[in-house]
């Protein structure tokens, strides 16, 4: 299969979609690989290193889109990239497009083949490949938390270890799935005050197994989540509905509770965030402020640490690349149900539901969409 690996263009990110460890797997597989030039220069994979590992080094982007049948990138292509696809293409990403109704009428409109990386499962029902980013996503939401509260950033000024004799920081953690258990692991080795919150008393009893009582864990309700909302230094949301938009769990008259100068982290920000006030930030320019709160909602927050990152998303991604490159894109999807459940946009259909139902669109299941094709 001949498979491209464009650099990223959006705005600070210098994630890459595969190694060059990745690339040489790929080859040894008989697969041809062209890479976007420089793609992952900026986080030491040159050009030569591409090319040791077999692949060729592509200087114009219509070209390499042109070339390929399979796209492996990191972030949701940009628009000048969904108007280079067309139904001969296969692009495997993340997408989120529950809140991007933008790009997922260019999609549709291109009438490619989309599998998206946040929705691909496991045998448990996990999300493997988005999984990796999570916990970067959640360590670094306590590291930016932190940052923010500096009265520099405008924040209150609160450290939030503390000092012997000086209460800690308060941390809020709202869902407990793979953001949240790396948020509150950060947060208590900072030694803050960390309480998290979620819907299922199965994960919190495992929550409350792995941390023992040095994190508070509560049952989310309306009331609990008011809360631990206004009495925290930090706020970080970490609330995921796979495919569909993250709920909205704190609105904007809760917001005007909490004291002047704490932050909120939307870690949710790329499902449409789960706090009234988001709206997508980038790093250059990451904060705002509204009620007197800092909100920092980075879409991409993990392509601040772009080579650590690179290197948990190959080791997550490459085995389905690998599949979908050696049997071919629909035999692999008809054969591997997990990695169907990844298919959000088909020849012109949306085979995901909660695409579906948060953008308003029919929903045509992914085997009567490969069938019927």
Not at 74 to 99: D, G
Not at 109 to 121: F, H, L, M, Q
Not at 160 to 189: E, W
Request: hydrophobic share 40%; charged share 20%; aromatic share 6%.
């Amino acid at each position: 299969m001949r498979i491209s690996i464009p650099k990223e263009i959006k705005n600070h990110e210098y994630r890459v979609g595969m190694t060059p460890a990745g690339v040489r797997e790929l080859v040894s597989h008989g697969h041809q690989v062209k890479v976007g030039v420089d793609c992952g220069a900026i986080i030491g994979f040159s050009n030569d290193l591409y090319l040791n590992a077999g692949a060729e080094v592509e200087t114009v982007v219509e070209e390499l889109f042109d070339w390929a049948e399979m796209i492996v990138k990191v972030k949701e292509p940009q628009v000048e990239e969904y108007q280079l696809l067309t139904s001969n293409h296969c692009l495997f990403t993340y997408l989120h497009l529950a809140p991007d109704p933008k790009q997922a009428k260019g999609l549709l409109s291109s009438n490619c083949t989309a599998i998206a990386y946040e929705t691909v499962t496991d045998a448990l029902g996990r999300l493997p490949l988005l999984a990796p980013m999570s916990e970067v996503a959640g360590r670094m939401s306590v590291q930016a938390g932190a940052h923010c509260l500096e009265i520099s950033q405008g924040g209150c000024g609160t450290l939030l270890g503390g000092v012997p004799g000086v209460y800690p920081g308060r941390v809020t953690v709202i869902g407990g799935g793979v953001v949240g258990i790396n948020a509150a692991r950060m947060a208590l080795g900072l030694g803050a005050d960390v309480t998290i919150l979620d819907r299922s008393l199965d994960r919190l009893k495992e929550l409350d197994g792995i941390f023992g009582p040095r994190l508070k864990t509560l049952y989310a309700t309306v009331d609990t989540i008011e809360e631990s909302v206004i009495s925290a230094d930090l706020v970080i949301g970490a609330v995921l509905v796979p495919g569909a938009a993250a709920p909205k769990l704190v609105n904007r008259q809760l917001l005007t509770k909490m004291k002047p100068g704490s932050v909120v982290v939307d870690v949710a920000v790329d499902q449409g965030g789960c706090f009234e006030t988001t709206r997508a930030t980038t790093h250059a320019d990451p904060t705002y402020i509204e009620e007197g709160v800092i909100h920092y909602c980075v879409a991409n927050m993990p392509g601040a640490v772009a080579r650590t990152s690179t290197l948990a998303l190959t080791n997550a991604t490459l085995p389905f690349v690998l599949e979908l490159a050696d049997k071919g894109v629909e035999a692999a999807l008809l054969a591997n149900e997990p990695l169907r459940q990844g298919l959000n946009v088909y020849h012109g259909s949306i085979t995901h539901p909660g695409v579906a139902d948060s953008l308003g669109y029919q929903y045509l299941s992914p085997l009567s969409a490969i069938q019927k094709d």
